[in-house]
């Protein structure tokens, strides 16, 4: 059977029946850390034996939401060990851009939207958000785009009418969108926002609430700008 349990599903249910299991047995549960959160959450409890974490303040708020860990491990964020085997792909969505007349280069990183009603004033904060940027793509023959959104597979529909934005944005050579998602996941996980970080001169995180994406540009040493559309507290 069975002695070492490792996952990063820290915001599923499953692992805590896995580490309780694990502890059973006598084996050992670990969950290592891919998502940044600053604030404690009541709903991402973590169980663990092992927990690898991105910094040193990781462990402080797993306390106070309650998690119970026997080890803390710092080692950083993972996500940046893959950065060498990006570049030639980043350097490929640059030249396409280039070609086309773009001189500098955003890539965008927006907040998670799933076309909740209940949630009006996100979608109306995230449809503004694209139509400032898809507008200034066709106003200024310079400007790049890279769009890497959260969950691509719920992007067109909650876009709604600036979908006809995108695609004139789309049309110049200009813009590019990271529109393809995981065949069990509304989320892309073959483009990583460091691709498009390293192929651009500036990056934008449009949220705080999920601010990983942004983490992720800057540890490219890419600047980036992280926003707060939201009113986050």
């Not at 719920?154 to 009418?161: C, S, W």
């Given at each position: 059977?069975?002695n070492?349990?490792?996952?990063?599903?820290?915001?599923?249910?499953?692992?805590?029946?896995?580490?309780?299991?694990?502890?059973?047995?006598?084996g050992?549960s670990?969950?290592?850390?891919?998502s940044y959160s600053?604030?404690?959450?009541?709903?991402?409890?973590?169980?663990a034996?092992?927990?690898?974490?991105?910094?040193?303040?990781?462990?402080?708020?797993?306390?106070?939401?309650?998690?119970r860990?026997?080890?803390?491990?710092c080692l950083g964020?993972?996500?940046?060990?893959?950065?060498k085997?990006l570049k030639?792909?980043?350097?490929q969505?640059?030249?396409?851009?280039?070609?086309?007349?773009?001189?500098k280069?955003?890539?965008?990183?927006?907040h998670?939207?799933?076309?909740d009603k209940?949630?009006?004033s996100?979608i109306?904060v995230?449809?503004e958000?694209?139509?400032?940027?898809?507008r200034?793509?066709?106003?200024?023959?310079?400007?790049?785009l890279?769009i890497?959104?959260?969950?691509?597979k719920f992007?067109r529909?909650?876009?709604?009418?600036?979908n006809k934005?995108?695609?004139q944005?789309?049309?110049?050579g200009?813009?590019?969108?990271?529109?393809s998602?995981?065949?069990?996941?509304?989320k892309?996980f073959?483009?990583?926002?460091a691709q498009?970080?390293?192929?651009?001169d500036?990056?934008?995180q449009?949220?705080?609430i999920a601010?990983t994406?942004?983490?992720?540009?800057v540890?490219?040493?890419?600047?980036?700008?992280?926003?707060?559309?939201?009113?986050?507290k």
């Amino acid at each position: 059977h069975a002695n070492v349990y490792l996952t990063s599903h820290k915001w599923s249910e499953w692992p805590i029946a896995a580490a309780a299991a694990m502890s059973e047995i006598g084996g050992i549960s670990g969950v290592y850390q891919t998502s940044y959160s600053e604030y404690p959450c009541a709903y991402a409890l973590t169980h663990a034996d092992l927990y690898f974490s991105f910094s040193r303040k990781a462990p402080m708020i797993e306390l106070k939401q309650g998690s119970r860990i026997n080890y803390n491990i710092c080692l950083g964020n993972l996500a940046q060990s893959r950065n060498k085997f990006l570049k030639v792909e980043a350097k490929q969505l640059r030249k396409q851009l280039n070609n086309n007349g773009a001189t500098k280069i955003i890539s965008y990183f927006d907040h998670e939207c799933g076309g909740d009603k209940r949630l009006d004033s996100d979608i109306s904060v995230f449809r503004e958000s694209y139509q400032y940027l898809l507008r200034k793509v066709l106003e200024e023959k310079w400007l790049g785009l890279i769009i890497k959104p959260k969950k691509p597979k719920f992007m067109r529909n909650v876009l709604g009418d600036v979908n006809k934005l995108l695609d004139q944005a789309l049309a110049t050579g200009r813009c590019l969108i990271m529109e393809s998602h995981d065949e069990f996941s509304p989320k892309n996980f073959d483009n990583p926002p460091a691709q498009s970080a390293m192929a651009s001169d500036i990056s934008i995180q449009d949220s705080m609430i999920a601010g990983t994406a942004g983490v992720e540009a800057v540890l490219t040493g890419t600047p980036t700008l992280m926003m707060d559309r939201y009113g986050f507290k």
